[in-house]
């Protein structure tokens, strides 16, 4: 008998490829263990065996396979068919979603590039000889491709040899990252032992009575003590007592404070998972009670909670449960980053139960939580993550949660698999006989639509936690403002009045510039009006070297206007503003305050968000001025002002979404403002202040904004009406991408009529000197979306084959909002 082995290579190929192996081999090797093999005329790659079986290929001869790397799977079963829908639901192949779920250290392969670490102490004597070759190879050269490798030892299976170094810390692999952050220490103060009891407590006070400004430090730092129930930060009861750190000083050299340090990135108080979670309120628990219940017999159930409500309360009450019954939980986040707070909320209740699976660790720190999480370990049994956490191996998945369900960042663009983490985590916890619970405050419009629809369970959270009242919502009409003069820069009278009355309370202010102002969008700046499409209700784009507005969904085009057809004013204006330009500003206008921003400039790097986050929780930050960053579920104290500098650049942005998006955008960020007993404010600077959405962020209106976009959507033919499919042409070529495009499109028409849009420019054509062309297919409910995938997979085929075409790369994009 001749056996045979099918393997997932991490490389885009339509097929799976068979290699031969021994009958010992095909005993010995599952479903899921790695093996490495030869590719092409002189590549090792790392690849998956995924069937093991008596058929030879047909039109090749099998190489061999060089060797099993793996006792035992490393990806299992059910991952096995998740990676099977993905791949066939997002039109990809295995390999790409293989290549996107495993640590980039379970699959190495032959441009691998690999060098020595610096810092790690090596004894070479203890190097087997193996592993002391490539050491010394490396004394040489500061890095060796694998390739490399295998002539240096003149053997076929290095894979293991460099594996193992790897994890000693004796290599590195070149694309990790490295960071330079030193985790920040903070000073924290508490009193000394011996003047802890009441009676000790008064004596001290008697004796300071003719130190009366000592004597106020210890009684604020009494009342911070007893308000705030953990430690006190020096820089906190400076603020607190109104005196200086001098005094402290001496406070601390008298014996009767002590000061002493915690690194602020392990601010862990009884972090060892023995808080007790809280408990819920009344309605909280109603809540509680009704996810239970729709639960019983629907798979996804959506909480629709509004900011601050205290949804994650909830979620931590569903984890602990699962946790009891030995289940795994998977808590999804949009962006990990941002994370820190939840993290050591959650850490706080389970300590050393979650593991936190982020894309910015290290290789070795991520093939750590792969193996807890593949173990079904007790460290890993709430993973928290971004999209790409649910490709981990679960075993065991009892529940997953998907905490802000709405934001856009949960879709993968680039590279492929291009898949939607939410949707791609309910079809994974179906898979595990799970419930998904979906959460958010501006749930997205698929996600209502289908819980309208009874496709999920609904759960409503209409109050605040404690019932703290919703910010207070206020538009700035900005087309009067610079009418009347009261514009200084971009800051209204009225903004600027609300700032110096939040900073003289000692409030914290954010101010909220969305990062796509920048985009080439027209606006009128006497009225605000932005050209739209007639056909598809978005805004027009600029594109400068025609002088041209065009629809970028459908092809539409004018030349660009002399004046607005609104106001007629010839007031047509093309340039956006960044968070830079309001960071100055706000210098300039309060120059004694601390002045910071957050956007994807100031936040590289591990712990670039978390150091900006930390000074604002220290209030070492008067104003923070960010990008929808800002937006993400933060939980702030002292926030009582949240300025949005202009409303019309995301409601103008050329995207069927534009709208939904702004409403969800705008009310997660004024929901930072005002969390406790103060009642938070929200400025909304805007030309529009009569437009139906900023009406509806306003008075909290997500129903009404949900009915009037869902007539839009259906109107239009959008989502969650209609599906869509992004068909992309990239070439350096620019009439090579026209013909490419063209002839498709010709042949999407033939099959699908009217429901093809484009092809289509979109508004920024060429990138890294591609020309990009889009084709936009439609559709319907009623049509079949496994039949329209095999018609279009179907055209590709006839596409490829045509010699012109072949170097022109073609991405399809599935659901690609
Ligand atoms: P959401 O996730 O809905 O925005 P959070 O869960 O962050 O809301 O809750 C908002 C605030 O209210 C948090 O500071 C949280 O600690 C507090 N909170 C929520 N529920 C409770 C509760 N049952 N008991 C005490 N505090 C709570
Ligand atoms: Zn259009």
């Given at each position: 008998m001749i056996y045979f082995l099918d393997v997932i290579l991490p490389i885009p190929l339509q097929k799976a490829f068979t290699y031969h192996v021994t009958e010992a081999e095909a005993k010995f090797l599952k479903v899921g263990m790695r093996v490495a093999v030869p590719f092409g005329k002189s590549k090792v790659y790392t690849a998956l065996a995924y069937k093991i079986h008596n058929n030879p290929p047909l039109v090749y001869d099998a190489k061999t396979i060089y060797?099993?790397?793996?006792?035992?799977?490393?990806?299992?079963e059910i991952q096995l068919k998740h990676w099977e829908w993905i791949a066939s639901y997002y039109m990809c192949s295995l390999g790409e979603v293989m290549r996107a779920a495993m640590p980039n250290a379970f699959i190495l392969e032959s441009e691998t590039i690999i060098s020595k670490n610096e810092r790690a102490d090596v004894n070479d004597a203890e190097l087997k000889d193996d592993e002391f070759l490539i050491y010394e190879a490396l004394q040489y050269q500061s890095s060796l491709k694998i390739q490399d490798v295998v002539s240096i030892l003149d053997k076929k299976r290095v894979l293991p040899v460099i594996q193992g170094l790897v994890e000693q810390g004796v290599l590195h692999l070149q694309e990790e990252l490295y960071e330079k952050y030193k985790p920040k220490l903070v000073r924290y103060v508490r009193l000394c032992e011996q003047h802890k009891s009441e009676e000790q407590l008064q004596q001290l006070l008697e004796t300071l009575s003719r130190a009366p400004k000592q004597r106020q430090v210890i009684l604020a730092l009494f009342t911070l003590e007893a308000s705030e129930q953990k430690p006190i930060k020096v820089s906190e009861l400076t603020k607190r007592s109104d005196s200086s750190s001098a005094v402290i000083k001496t406070l601390i050299e008298k014996g009767i404070l002590e000061e002493y340090y915690i690194q602020t990135d392990r601010v862990q108080f009884e972090s060892n998972g023995n808080e007790d979670s809280k408990q819920l309120s009344e309605t909280q628990s109603e809540a509680f009670n009704a996810i239970e219940a729709s639960s019983k017999n629907k798979s996804v159930t959506l909480l629709h909670g509004v900011t601050s409500s205290g949804k994650t309360e909830i979620y931590v009450k569903l984890i602990a449960q699962q946790i009891q019954l030995g289940k795994q939980v998977l808590y999804l986040l949009p962006e990990i980053a941002l994370t820190t707070q939840l993290v050591q909320r959650l850490q706080n209740y389970f300590g050393e139960k979650v593991a936190v699976f982020h894309s910015r660790y290290s290789g070795n720190e991520r093939v750590e939580v792969w193996n807890n999480v593949l173990g079904n370990l007790e460290k890993a049994q709430l993973v928290i993550g971004a999209r790409s956490s649910l490709l981990l191996p679960f075993s065991n998945l009892g529940l997953v949660i998907v905490d802000e369900?709405?934001?856009?960042?949960?879709?993968?663009?680039?590279?492929?698999?291009?898949?939607?983490a939410r949707d791609a985590a309910i079809v994974l916890a179906n898979m595990h006989k799970a419930k998904t619970l979906l959460g958010s405050a501006t749930p997205s419009l698929e996600s209502y639509f289908n819980a309208r629809q009874g496709k999920y369970g609904l759960v409503e959270l209409t109050k605040r936690y404690n019932n703290v009242l919703m910010p207070d919502i206020e538009l700035v009409d900005l087309a009067d403002k610079y009418k009347r003069k009261r514009m200084k820069g971009h800051f209204s009278d009225r903004l600027i009045e609300e700032m110096a009355e939040a900073l003289d309370e000692g409030f914290q202010i954010i101010l909220f510039q969305n990062r796509r102002g920048f985009s080439p969008i027209v606006e009128c700046t006497t009225c605000g009006h932005s050209p739209q499409c007639p056909n598809c209700d978005v805004s027009l784009t600029y594109h400068q070297y025609r002088d041209q507005l065009r629809c970028h969904y459908c092809g539409y085009n004018s030349v660009?206007?002399?004046?607005?057809?609104?106001?007629?004013?010839?007031?047509?204006d093309t340039k956006g503003f960044g968070t830079e330009q309001i960071e100055e500003e706000v210098k300039e206008l309060f120059p004694d305050k601390q002045v910071s921003r957050m956007d994807l400039d100031t936040t590289r790097g591990k712990y670039g968000f978390d150091k900006i986050i930390n000074k604002f929780e220290q209030r070492e930050i008067d104003i923070l001025v960010g990008t929808q960053m800002l937006t993400k579920g933060l939980d702030f104290r002292h926030v009582k002002l949240v300025g949005i500098m202009n409303a019309d650049n995301m409601l103008n942005f050329p995207d069927f979404r534009a709208h939904e998006r702004s409403y969800q955008l705008m009310t997660q960020v004024s929901g930072r403002a005002g969390r406790t007993d103060v009642r938070g404010k929200v400025l909304i600077q805007t030309y529009n202040p009569h437009h139906n959405i900023l009406q509806q962020v306003s008075t909290n209106a997500y129903k009404e904004m949900f009915g009037e976009q869902m007539n839009d959507r259906y109107n239009f033919k959008y989502p969650p009406i209609y599906r869509l499919i992004k068909i992309t042409f990239k070439h350096k070529d620019y009439n090579r991408v026209n013909l490419a495009a063209d002839w498709y499109a010709k042949s999407l028409r033939q099959v699908f009529k009217t429901n093809v849009l484009g092809p289509e420019f979109p508004p920024i054509s060429r990138i890294r000197n591609l020309y990009n062309k889009n084709i936009l297919v439609k559709i319907p409910q009623q049509q079949s979306l496994a039949k329209t995938k095999e018609a279009i997979k179907k055209i590709e085929n006839s596409f490829n084959a045509i010699k012109d075409f072949r170097s022109v790369r073609v991405v399809l994009n599935v659901d690609n909002y």
């Open positions: 060797q099993i790397l793996d006792d035992a799977p490393v990806v299992t369900e709405h934001e856009q960042s949960y879709k993968q663009f680039d590279p492929a698999p291009r898949y939607h660009m206007l002399k004046s607005c057809q609104a106001c007629g004013n010839a007031t047509l």
